[in-house]
Structures are given as structure tokens and as C-alpha cells.
């Protein structure tokens, strides 16, 4: 079993920054992926971005070359920086976990961006 606890949520201005992270708490297999989601509001779950274990990244297009994704593997480690914050990046976040048949989510952390 797997634990995932998320921080580094909370209120910013546009235009500002807030940094994510995300603990993983148990076995963590070799071939992994770790990733952010997001869901607003009224709106479906939505995947930000997501890193293999060796640093593949993919993003959404809404947050290409604003947010990035990395992690420190000793750690356990998953982070998001996020950069020039819109109101529409509003929404709870959330840290996921792929590996072998199974995924973990994190409980989520608030993330409000203000106009």
C-alpha cells in the first residue's frame, strides 16, 4: 500500500507562484510514474503533468511553459512549481502515483489563484 500526502497549497494573487509537493509513503516500484492532477470546481478531474521515474515529462497545454514537474527519487519525492498563476488555475490539486496494476491518489490541497 502506498500513501501519498500532498502540501504547499494555498492563496496567491495572479500572477504569482506556489510550489506543490508530494510524499510518497510505502514501496515505491522502479517502473512509476508520478503526476499531477487538478479539478475545478464543476469540472472534471484534469492531468497537469506527469514524470517517470527517469524524467519524462508531459504537460497540459494550459500550463505549458509556466509549470514544471520533478522529483527526487531518494525522496519519494514529486514537486510542482507553479509560475505565473491565473485565476483559472483555481482547483483542488492532486498527487498521483501508477505502478504495476495499482494507483494511489493523495487527498488534495487547495490551490486558489485571485484576480
Known amino acids: 500500500q502506498v500513501q501519498l500526502v500532498e502540501s504547499g497549497g494555498g492563496l496567491v494573487q495572479a500572477g504569482g507562484s506556489l510550489r506543490l509537493s508530494c510524499v510518497a509513503a510505502?514501496?515505491?516500484?522502479?517502473?512509476?510514474?508520478m503526476a499531477w492532477y487538478r479539478q475545478a470546481p464543476g469540472k472534471q478531474r484534469e492531468l497537469v503533468a506527469r514524470i517517470t521515474r527517469y524524467g519524462t515529462t508531459n504537460y497540459a497545454d494550459s500550463v505549458k511553459g509556466r509549470f514544471t514537474i520533478a522529483r527526487v527519487n531518494a525522496k519519494k519525492t514529486v514537486y510542482l512549481q507553479m509560475n505565473s498563476l491565473k485565476a483559472e488555475d483555481t482547483a483542488v490539486y492532486y498527487c498521483?502515483?501508477?505502478?504495476?496494476?495499482?494507483?494511489?491518489w493523495g487527498q488534495g490541497t487547495q490551490v486558489t489563484v485571485s484576480s
Open positions: 510505502g514501496y515505491i516500484s522502479s517502473g512509476n510514474v
Open positions: 498521483n502515483l501508477v505502478q504495476l496494476s495499482d494507483e494511489y
